[in-house]
């Protein structure tokens, strides 16, 4: 058995809720963990499987009563080589794609940047303007994977991410999901999801709100409990081949308990409207690419997230 559908981004657009939902139907199987990230080859640190051997096994459980073999992997949309191997790897694959407001996902993609230790200026603001320099490779937080996820303008230009994905999969087999209809109509978004995938309705009635903004209580050990010492790495490898289990949950727990749900600081007016005018352009081409009056995007307020 093999993936036939892809969840492929964008990140913090409300990918993981939606495929937890999935995860729960009886007619669906979701990989574990969600973003393996395997097509991803030019984002190689944030691949979970290098090998398609090791990809495919990730979809061992799945049975004939999964008519919808899925997976999550949010960069895909972003990589410049994931979409036409994913292709290349099944020409009928349906793909699904979240989009959100980019002012708002950058804000919120800087949060998750932060929590996972590849960012270290807590001020959004003043990772906006550090961008230029890192990308010159000056100002690099010490554990960041790559710096083209600092680069916060390239991460929220969905309509070139689009464009691009419209040039390899034909429109019938792409379902774009908004934001904002995910959050205020949720069970109709996941029954059109359904619907889209070929799965029957399973009478889901409650949508628990998955993946709000974490922060760490106390930031020295989140960055040690995301990216531990190289050395702590290796030993808990050469445990884990000693003792014949999957993982060690030491470093989970010590997550669990640094972690905390907590509102980002709101942006300022002045710099809400320099981002909705870097972002005006692109928004126009999403906006013709997929045949939507985005035009709320350019004035409106953002949605909690």
Known sequence: ?????????????????????????????????????????????????????????????????HTAIGE?????????????????????AKIIVMLRNPVDLVHSFHSQQLFSADEDEQSFEK???????????????????HTIFLNYTAIGRLGEQVERLLAIFPPEQIKIIWFEDFVKSTKKVYIDVLNFLGVPEDNRTEFIRINE??????????????????FLSNVALKAKDILGIERLYILDTIRSLNTMIASREPLANDLRAELTEE??????KLSQLLDKDLNHWLVTQPLNS
């Open 213 to 230: 903004n974490k922060t760490h209580k106390l930031r020295l050990v989140g960055r040690f409990s995301q990216k531990p010492p190289a």
């Open 127 to 145: 990772a906006w303007r550090l961008q230029d320099i890192r990308q010159q490779g000056k100002h690099i937080p010490r554990k960041n994977r």
């Open 1 to 65: 058995m093999k993936p036939n559908f892809f969840i492929v981004g964008a990140p913090k657009c409300g990918t993981t809720a939606l495929s937890d939902y999935l995860r729960d139907h009886p007619n669906i199987y979701f990989s574990e963990p969600k973003e393996p990230h395997y097509f991803a080859q030019d984002f190689e640190k944030y691949r979970l499987t290098k090998t398609l051997e090791e990809y495919l096994s990730l979809f061992d459980e799945s049975t004939s009563n």
């Open 279 to 284: 972002f005006a352009d692109d928004i126009k």
């Open 72 to 92: 999550g992997s949010v960069l895909y949309l972003f990589s410049s080589v994931a979409l036409k191997k994913i292709y290349e790897f099944d020409s009928q």
